[in-house]
């Protein structure tokens, strides 16, 4: 089983409100990153957790915060965003960075700032 | 400026045609992946090579990656409408922490 799931399939919210995105593996993978992609683009790496620690944050504005309750679990949230910032996010897991590169990405989130 | 670039950008083909994408940087990586995404969806792995001049083969496509570790390709035969997507190479840089480098992506099309 490969399977990353990511929740709410689509969002949509204004500009003063807080919302947050989802992100779910059963692989046992310790490894969890956040990617933002823009249409007709490459995937952009946001933020990166291992062991549950935040390891790599990409100068991610602070209107996205990042939170992993548990090695299962990874969310994203979302305060006083900017029409910018509608995009695909995307949630993706790997083994453990030392052992497995390989990193499999959930459907992702739409979101729309409006 | 991409570590990676992704060539062609853009493919248009017929049903049972081949295709050759190419993947270069003058990076080494120590391994590179290769995913297929659909409109709206994430990105799916399709297959990772680590060692250099390794080859495989996942049914029509075969997957080489170069014998320097800098460069990789994906040849698709006899490509079918399903093989329409987005084709993006990623790799992973030598003491990169595992962060991945992607290319700016080939969109293929295949029409019946």
């Known amino acids: 089983d490969t399977e990353v799931t990511q929740t709410p399939k689509h969002l949509v919210m204004g500009m003063t409100n807080k919302k947050s995105l989802k992100c779910e593996q059963h692989m046992g993978h310790r490894a969890m990153y956040w990617y933002k992609q823009k249409a007709k683009k490459p995937p952009e790496l946001m933020f990166v957790?291992?062991?549950?620690?935040?390891?790599i944050n990409e100068s991610v504005p602070s209107r996205f915060s990042p939170e992993c309750p548990n090695s299962s679990l990874l969310n994203l949230h979302l305060h006083a965003l900017q029409p910018e910032d509608s995009a695909l996010y995307l949630c993706a897991s790997s083994q453990d960075p030392g052992i497995s590169y390989e990193q499999y990405f959930g459907p992702g989130t739409r979101l729309t700032v409006t | 400026t991409q570590l990676l670039e992704q060539s062609p950008q853009f493919l248009s083909i017929q049903e049972g045609e081949n295709l050759t994408v190419y993947c270069n940087s003058s990076s080494v990586f120590s391994s590179l992946q290769w995913y297929r995404q659909e409109p709206g969806e994430g990105p799916v792995l399709l297959v990772t090579?680590?060692?250099?001049?390794e080859v495989k083969k996942l049914k029509r496509l075969t997957f080489q990656f170069g014998d320097a570790r800098k460069d990789s390709s994906l040849h698709i035969t006899a490509a079918q409408p399903g093989d329409t997507g987005l084709y993006l190479c990623?790799?992973?840089?030598?003491?990169?922490?595992?962060?991945?480098?992607f290319g700016a992506g080939t969109q293929v099309v295949v029409t019946p």
């Open positions: 090579v680590v060692t250099g001049g």
């Open positions: 957790y291992s062991y549950e620690k935040l390891s």
């Open positions: 990623a790799g992973v840089e030598t003491d990169s922490w595992g962060k991945l480098q």
